[in-house]
T-cell receptor, first 111, second 114 residues
């Protein structure tokens, strides 16, 4: 699996958009970009995933650069409940592939 | 909304004892996983399971560990002889099928080995 690089921590004001970057320069053509988050010690929660097109769901938007070497997760209106560790994971699409978690970005939403 | 459930939420055991951690995956899911997270560290993959067989296992998943789907709903992780270093949060996850399908995680079981 391709390695990802994320900043260890970020802060964002409540109500503002939180933009979390991720570098995955060694990503291959059959690898998806996934984002999960972990609130305190709860189980990781799926947020969104994409291959090469930008994606949006009720939680977030995922912007993937044209060369696919980096991506940005956008939480459009961050709330205090979005305070969590956010993980960017690159994963092959074939088979029952495991998720390989890095250290992630600890996002703190400030009132 | 369907969810993965795990029991117990917290298990305390003595070193050398056997423990069984239980998970009920989402009902129509076919792929099952166990992960663990030692306090303050990364979430680590242990094992994946499909069609009553282990699909993949990590180096952590040695002979002390086993998994089973004893019936149509439960998925268990057994640790035969617990060690102090097995103390961690253990997360079960399931996915509907292979490919680009998200894994849904349970709330975890905190295992404390004394």
């Amino acid at each position: 699996d391709a390695k990802t690089t994320q900043p260890p921590s970020m802060d964002c004001a409540e109500g503002r958009a939180a933009n979390l970057p991720c570098n995955h320069s060694t990503i291959s053509g059959n690898e998806y970009v996934y984002w999960y988050r972990q609130i305190h010690s709860q189980g990781p929660q799926y947020i969104i995933h994409g291959l090469k097109n930008n994606e949006t769901n009720e939680m977030a938007s995922l912007i993937i650069t044209e060369d696919r070497k980096s991506s940005t997760l956008i939480l459009p209106h961050a709330t205090l409940r979005d305070t969590a560790v956010y993980y960017c994971i690159v994963r092959f699409i074939q088979g029952a592939q495991k998720l390989v978690f890095g250290q992630g970005t600890r996002l703190t939403i400030n009132p | 909304e369907p969810e993965v459930t795990q029991t117990p939420s917290h298990q305390v055991t003595q070193m050398g004892q056997e423990v069984i951690l239980r998970c009920v995956p989402i009902s129509n899911h076919l792929y099952f996983y166990w992960y663990r997270q030692i306090l303050g560290q990364k979430v680590e993959f242990l094992v994946s399971f499909y069609n009553n067989e282990i699909s993949e296992k990590s180096e952590i998943f040695d002979d002390q560990f086993s998994v089973e789907r004893p019936d149509g709903s439960n998925f268990t992780l057994k640790i035969r002889s617990t060690k102090l270093e097995d103390s961690a949060m253990y997360f079960c996850a399931s996915s509907e099928r292979e490919g680009p399908y998200e894994q849904f995680f349970g709330p975890g079981t905190r295992l404390t080995v004394l």
